[in-house]
């Protein structure tokens, strides 16, 4: 029949990954190139077809700076779903995804679906990430993994919808 479920989402990652651009690709279909840095954090809405089910994307889009980072429980806190990002063009944002990576896994909700977006994949040239290093990890620790970019679209629907497949409910 026809369902519809509310999923609260987070995005994670060190600032600048891409965390906003990616929802705003996701939500507005649009890119900035001077995205400006997320304050606190923000929260957007978007709704996404899934089979006969409706999915409706509640998302807090958080702050990566560091003086925020104590706030972020309180985003991930009952949230159904998380994207931590890294850029691809960073081993220190890739190390910083590890990180929330291990925090999810200690204070999130077990049941949490989480995808690894390594963003900014357009920038193949300035390349610090390979593919096959995201990958294991992602593995490893029962993620799942999509190279992303913001700019061109590559992947930024997929990982959403794939993560509104992956819900229980969905
Ligand atoms: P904070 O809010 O500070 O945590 O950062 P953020 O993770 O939200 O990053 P944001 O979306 O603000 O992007 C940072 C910069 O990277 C901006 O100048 C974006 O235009 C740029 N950017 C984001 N995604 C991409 C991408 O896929 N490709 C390229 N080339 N640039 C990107
Ligand atoms: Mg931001």
Same mark, same amino acid.
């Given at each position: 029949? @026809?369902?519809?479920?509310?999923?609260?989402?987070?995005?994670?990652?060190?600032?600048?990954?891409?965390?906003?651009?990616?929802?705003?690709?996701?939500?507005?279909?649009?890119?900035?190139?001077?995205?400006?840095?997320?304050?606190?954090?923000?929260?957007?809405?978007?709704?996404?077809?899934?089979?006969?089910?409706?999915?409706?994307?509640?998302?807090?889009?958080?702050?990566?700076?560091?003086?925020?980072?104590?706030?972020?429980?309180?985003?991930?806190?009952?949230?159904?779903?998380?994207?931590?990002?890294?850029?691809?063009?960073?081993?220190?944002?890739?190390?910083?995804?590890?990180?929330?990576?291990?925090?999810?896994?200690?204070?999130?909700?077990? @049941?949490?679906?989480?995808?690894?977006?390594?963003?900014?994949?357009?920038?193949?040239?300035?390349?610090?990430?390979?593919?096959?290093?995201?990958?294991?990890?992602?593995?490893? @620790?029962?993620?799942?993994?999509?190279?992303?970019?913001?700019?061109?679209?590559? @992947?930024?629907?997929?990982?959403?919808?794939?993560?509104?497949?992956?819900?229980?409910?969905?």
């Amino acid at each position: 029949g @026809n369902n519809s479920v509310n999923a609260k989402l987070v995005l994670l990652g060190d600032m600048g990954a891409g965390k906003s651009s990616l929802v705003i690709r996701f939500v507005r279909g649009q890119f900035l190139e001077f995205q400006e840095s997320t304050i606190g954090a923000a929260f957007f809405a978007q709704t996404l077809a899934v089979g006969d089910t409706t999915v409706k994307f509640e998302i807090w889009d958080t702050a990566g700076q560091e003086r925020y980072h104590s706030l972020a429980p309180m985003y991930y806190r009952g949230a159904a779903a998380a994207i931590v990002v890294f850029d691809i063009t960073s081993s220190e944002s890739f190390e910083k995804a590890k990180k929330w990576v291990q925090e999810l896994q200690k204070q999130g909700n077990p @049941n949490m679906v989480t995808a690894l977006a390594g963003n900014k994949c357009d920038l193949e040239d300035k390349r610090k990430v390979e593919v096959e290093e995201a990958r294991t990890y992602a593995e490893e @620790n029962g993620l799942f993994f999509l190279e992303t970019s913001a700019k061109t679209a590559i @992947n930024v629907n997929d990982i959403f919808y794939e993560i509104a497949r992956r819900l229980p409910q969905a």
